[in-house]
């Protein structure tokens, strides 16, 4: 068992647990993108940064690869962290702003605009298919080519592949391709009426009127204001 | 070329290179054989043949016209010539003319700075390129071409 | 040189004293060697037809006992070449041709007399220099390194023998344990030389220290940064320096393979490399029990394929394991887990070429060398806008003045310095405002740029800096290898809002946004690469801010770089209609005739810029303008107004 910091908190995690693995099983929330539970650590989208160690030397890693270590100092949600994991969700709304896990961390994030010209990409390169074709499937039917700019993942030559099983793992995997949201609408590009963690209903009635179960997740029952204001 | 052993991933580079380098380029079919001898997936050998700059998948031109852009070579004005040469060979960068005479491809760096901007065809180097003497060099290949 | 003495296997410390002395007996130091220095650049420049042409006239002079010709790597004043030096007096005769060979051997070196107008003229003062220390560029220089690229031919190793080759890794293997090799090499202060600045010393400690017994040493001579070629030149030049410390951090590491990765645009130097590992496998520096002390080791080149980020080490590894040049998480370091899982330490050329002078001359001696955390010196690429373009090793703490202005020259043609980026696409520019600055790894630090690997790229006022920051940040967005959101969008996302502002579309705002992406591309991103790519942004906004706005805010180019931003003129009082410009244009631009005005169709003008460039230059008719549109020209047809003192058919 390792000891380290993380938020202040003394946490301890087994040999060979990430930081988020052991951020994770304290219940501290960090988020991610490109990680998945059951496929090995990528590392690509930067979302799950956090920043370790102190003062000059304190640097931001991504929590998925980075080893839990013995006196780490962890800080999941510094000044630093919020800015770098703002900006990088707005970086992936202007590529695919059609994806509600996209949309969905806007709004959890709270990024309000995108300014940078919008691109509408079918892909963000997280590699999450790759990963799951390759390590849970077996198959390896599809991979990174090119690199930089130019990258792309595809089948060998952009042929019908050989030894694809048609399982259908990649599109279940895919956060662009899953749950395509009908909300974002030009010229805003941020939609956040799924997730928007601002119930309305506050304004109106001095306790949250949701009944469903849907507590908190609003902005789509009141639609208008009631006749008269209901304060205590 | 010192080579370890053949028969697994470990040479993947090496044997990329010498195929690159008798061919002129990657065909599918020997991309293929490859995956085979080294037991690899297909699409492992496609990635690697594609991150590196070495290898084209795509056969190139039978003269190869290669401009240096690197930085000292880009403060002379390099990229005034290969916009040029571009105009005349009316060929795009990176790619191969139609006829399959030339290709041009944008070089990072040739360290030979001191007489940039520099224009290399087949070997022949060309130094304090300008824009103005682009006609003249293309007159000699061309010269050269037609002497066959 | 053809070696004259036999080759043989030498078996120990002795041995290799009894072959350098019968190898220094075997030439005669008396007479007259003309060196001929012929690298890449100096082939490239024509060295190969002057070397034959001089033993061409040797052979036909029958005077094959009476002058000696060495054919050498880089000799570093890559302005003056095809040159040659003439030992033992040092005389430098500079941009030769092959049919100056007869008259060099028969006055210069037979008669003794100097050919002046073959001498290097000093570019602002016209001053003739007759010997290698006088000539300004090289005075101020300190080539620990360089000085040993004239001394051997590459392709010998009997040249190498004869300068004290091999003697470092003879005393070492003889006298010293690996860890009083580490200890040396911490002693000395070296830092590495590819652009990180980690203390040697520490770096094979660490990796002495780690478990395992089968360990890797790497030489990383993917020199990518654009200008830079210092590594090329060492390893072309004197490959066997590059070896034998290879094999002294062997020893002190405990491993018993090495490689040389080197980039495939390289192919002299891996030619080079090649023989070089063949003859000391011959003679027995390379392969089991070297020089008789139980001590094995061998080494392997590996080529590089085109991929900027293969100098990452980490990325590095993945390309010698024949994968994506992709970079990995570190922990694990390469120095615990590296190439093939096991422990490895990775140096560039120039730290692994300066292990054993300092093995020979004892870390005391050369931590006198530079200043205080940055000890030795440093080979740098003095390229650009530079009137002395060549290879510059300098002791640590020089300033930047005095290798711009002494050993530089200055600015050529007369123009004004502006800045230096140093350290490649992961450097910055330094402006005029720091021409005092000190060379080290700290002050290049907190200026906002890096060392790297030895870069200097000079710039004048004719330089765009937001031109620059955009074509170093297409280079690196191309040569991401495209893992991490941060640097493969980012480094395009800062690429467009400087293509809009080069474009005149930049608006109040771009600044701080490229500001903003540019801490999360640094923060947030995996590697090196990525960590360092916005860093020609961020110190091109820092020193050079007023030129952002002139873009962005009155759409003018201060350089008259920015194509859209500019518009060529000819002035119609000053043209005289000598059909030049009209002729040269490549789009056919220009209209008008003999004795008539030319007037540039803008609309048609593809800002190339030939027509400034072929106007002669006592008309000086032609004027690049920025900030406003280029003046309603005249009538066609309008008649030229002759100038008493000019004639167009002068």
């Not at chain 2, 790619?95 to 087949?122: K, Y």
Request: proline fraction near 5%; aromatic fraction near 6%; charge should be neutral.
């Amino acid at each position: 068992m390792l000891t380290l910091r993380i938020n202040g908190l003394d946490v301890r995690a087994e040999e060979g647990w990430s930081i988020l693995e052991t951020a994770r099983f304290y219940g501290i929330d960090i988020p991610t993108f490109c990680y998945h539970d059951g496929l090995s650590a990528w590392g690509g989208c930067r979302l799950c940064v956090v920043e370790i160690g102190e003062g000059e030397s304190a640097k931001l890693v991504s929590s998925c690869t980075y080893p839990a270590t013995e006196g780490l100092v962890v800080r999941t949600h510094s000044m630093r962290v919020i800015a770098a994991r703002k900006l990088l969700v707005e970086l992936l709304l202007s590529s695919c702003p059609s994806s509600k896990t996209i949309q969905d961390l806007a709004a959890r994030l709270n990024v309000q605009k995108v300014r940078f010209k919008v691109e509408h990409e079918d892909c963000v390169y997280c590699g999450l298919c790759v990963r799951i074709c390759a390590e849970q499937m077996g198959a390896k039917a599809i991979g990174f080519v090119n690199r930089g700019g130019k990258i792309k993942i595809t089948t060998p030559f952009d042929h019908k592949s050989e030894v694809c099983r048609h399982c259908g793992a990649c599109m279940y995997v895919c956060p662009a391709c899953q749950l395509r949201c009908q909300g974002a609408e030009p010229p805003g590009v941020v939609c956040g009426s799924c997730l928007s963690p601002e119930p309305t209903c506050l304004e109106f009635y001095p306790d949250l009127m949701c009944y469903m179960g849907a507590e908190g997740n609003c902005g789509t029952c009141i639609r208008e204001k009631p006749k008269r204001k209901l304060r205590s | 070329m010192e080579l370890a052993d053949k028969g697994n991933n470990k040479n993947l580079l090496s044997i990329l290179q010498d195929v690159q380098k008798e061919c002129g380029y990657l065909p599918e079919e020997r991309l293929r054989e490859i995956a085979v001898m080294l037991d690899m997936p297909l699409i492992d050998v496609c990635g690697v043949a594609t991150f590196y700059k070495s290898f084209s998948l795509t056969p190139r031109g039978r003269h190869q016209v290669k401009v240096c852009l690197g930085t000292a070579c880009h403060v002379r004005g390099a990229d005034r010539i290969v916009e040029e040469l571009e105009r005349k060979l009316d060929v795009r960068r990176g790619e191969t003319s139609e006829d399959g005479e030339f290709s041009l491809e944008a070089v990072m760096c040739l360290g030979c700075c001191a007489i940039g901007p520099v224009v290399v065809v087949d070997g022949k180097y060309y130094g304090q390129v300008t824009t103005a003497k682009v006609e003249s060099i293309l007159k000699t290949i061309r010269e050269a071409i037609y002497a066959r | 040189m053809p070696d004259k003495v036999k080759a043989e296997r030498i078996r120990n410390s002795k041995d290799l004293e009894e072959v350098r002395a019968r190898i220094l007996q075997s030439r005669s130091s008396k007479i007259p060697c003309i060196v001929i220095p012929s690298g890449t650049c100096c082939q490239a420049r024509g060295s190969s037809e002057v070397a034959c042409a001089f033993q061409r006239e040797i052979e036909k002079h029958a005077l094959g006992d009476k002058v000696a010709v060495r054919v050498t790597g880089c000799g570093g004043f890559c302005q003056t070449e095809p040159n040659v030096v003439i030992y033992p007096e040092e005389i430098y005769y500079q941009k030769l041709s092959p049919d100056d060979a007869e008259e060099v051997i028969l006055e210069a070196v037979l008669r003794g007399r100097v050919i002046d107008r073959l001498l290097y003229a000093d570019p602002n003062t016209g001053e003739r220099f007759t010997h290698l220390n006088d000539i300004p560029f090289f005075k101020k220089q300190r080539r620990l390194l360089l000085a040993n690229n004239l001394r051997v031919d590459p392709t010998s190793i009997h040249d190498y023998l004869a300068i004290n080759g091999y003697n470092a890794l003879s005393k070492v293997l003889q006298e010293k344990t690996p860890d009083e090799v580490i200890n040396e090499i911490k002693q000395s202060g070296l830092r590495g030389r590819g652009g990180a600045g980690f203390t040697t010393g520490g770096k094979w400690e660490l990796c002495r220290k780690a478990r395992g017994d089968v360990k890797y040493v790497i030489c990383n001579a993917d020199e990518g940064d654009p200008g830079a070629y210092m590594d090329r030149s060492l390893l072309e030049g004197n490959p066997h320096s590059v070896i034998e410390g290879m094999i002294i951090g062997g020893y002190a590491i405990g491993a018993s393979e090495g490689f040389i990765y080197v980039r495939d645009e390289y192919p002299l130097a891996v030619r080079h490399c090649r023989l070089a590992i063949e003859k000391a496998r011959e003679y027995g520096f390379l392969g089991n029990d070297i020089l008789g002390s139980g001590f094995s080791f061998d080494i392997k080149i590996s080529m590089g394929a085109g991929a900027f980020v293969c100098g990452e080490e980490t990325a590095l590894i993945a390309s010698i394991q024949g994968e994506r040049g992709t970079p990995r998480q570190r922990p694990p370091f390469p120095a615990e887990r590296g190439l093939w899982g096991k422990p490895t330490n990775i140096n560039n050329v120039e730290t692994w070429a300066n292990v054993p002078l300092i093995m020979t001359k004892g870390a005391g001696w050369y931590s006198k060398i530079g200043i205080k955390k940055s000890k030795g010196t440093k080979i740098f690429s003095l390229v650009g806008k530079i009137n002395n373009t060549g290879l510059v090793e300098v002791p640590l703490g020089t300033t930047l003045r005095e290798i711009v202005y002494d050993i530089g020259g200055g600015i050529a043609n007369g123009k004004k310095f502006k800045a230096v980026q140093t350290g490649g696409p992961s450097g910055g520019c330094i402006p005029s405002s720091l021409l005092d600055l000190p060379i080290d790894y700290e002050s290049l630090a907190q200026a906002g740029s890096i060392m790297g690997s030895g870069g200097m790229i000079v710039m004048d006022e004719d330089t765009c800096m937001i031109d620059i920051a955009r074509y170093y940040t297409a280079f690196l967005s191309d040569e991401s290898c495209g893992k991490c959101l941060s640097c493969r969008k980012g480094t395009q996302r800062m690429y467009e809002i400087l293509t809009d502002i080069s474009e005149g579309k930049g608006e109040e705002g771009d600044i701080e946004l490229l500001e903003e992406l540019a801490l999360v591309i640094k923060d947030t991103s995996l590697c090196g690469l990525g960590q360092t790519a916005p860093n020609p942004v961020i110190s091109t906004i820092r020193y050079f801010q007023d030129e952002y706005e002139a873009h962005i805010k009155e759409k003018r180019c201060p350089s008259g770089v920015c194509k859209e931003l500019i518009s060529y003129y000819i002035k119609p009082e000053k043209c005289q209609a000598c059909l030049i410009c009209l002729r040269n244009c490549p789009v056919q631009a220009i209209t008008g005739g003999k004795g008539l005005v030319h007037i540039i169709d803008q609309n048609k003008c593809t800002k190339c810029g030939t027509c400034l460039e072929v106007c002669p230059p006592r008309f000086g008719a032609v004027a690049k303008l920025s900030g406003k549109k280029a003046p309603e020209p005249v009538l066609q047809g309008t008649e030229v107004i002759r100038s008493r003192k000019t004639d167009v058919n002068a």
